[in-house]
């Protein structure tokens, strides 16, 4: 996994713990290796993983699935092939930015399958990103 951080701290390098936790048990949930996942912690904290399939509809195009501090889980389709811009088409939505990675990788199932039905349509707001210490909470029950 790549991960892009901001200088050191304690609850930087406590964010960090959690989240790449939270990124392993999601990645082990898809059926992928870690080598496929990014992190940006620089803000607001971001994290995608490539899938080694491709959706309904986008048979030409890579898919990611991407995180977001506030939004949680999408699943995106990159505009040419390699490319890191990305057209979301649909959302995971919930109660929560780290649902249970079974959950993230039912949700990956069902846009593989063409059914969109339990997508979010537009970005949900889950939480306001409030630092590195209040995320490390929200990821705390991972590491």
């Not at 790449?20 to 082990?28: C, F, I, K």
């Not at 399939?53 to 390699?82: M, Q």
């Not at 993230?104 to 537009?122: I, K, S």
Request: proline share 8%; net charge negative; charged share 20%.
């Amino acid at each position: 996994m790549t991960t892009s951080t901001p200088a050191p701290s304690e609850a930087g390098l406590d964010l960090t713990t959690r989240l790449n936790a939270y990124l392993e048990d999601v990645a082990s949930a898809l059926g992928i290796r870690m080598d496929s996942c990014t992190a940006d912690l620089t803000g607001p904290v971001t994290a995608r993983m490539r899938l080694n399939w491709r959706l309904p509809g986008f048979p030409e195009r890579d898919v990611d699935l991407l995180w977001h501090e506030e939004h949680g889980w999408s699943a995106a389709v990159a505009t040419h092939t390699g490319d890191d811009h990305h057209v979301v088409v649909g959302y995971l939505g919930g109660r929560t930015v780290a649902p249970q990675p079974r959950r993230v990788a039912r949700f990956a199932e069902t846009l593989r399958t063409g059914d969109h039905q339990d997508c979010w349509p537009g970005p949900p707001t889950l939480r306001t990103a409030g630092g590195p210490t209040a995320l490390a909470k929200e990821l705390s029950a991972w590491a």
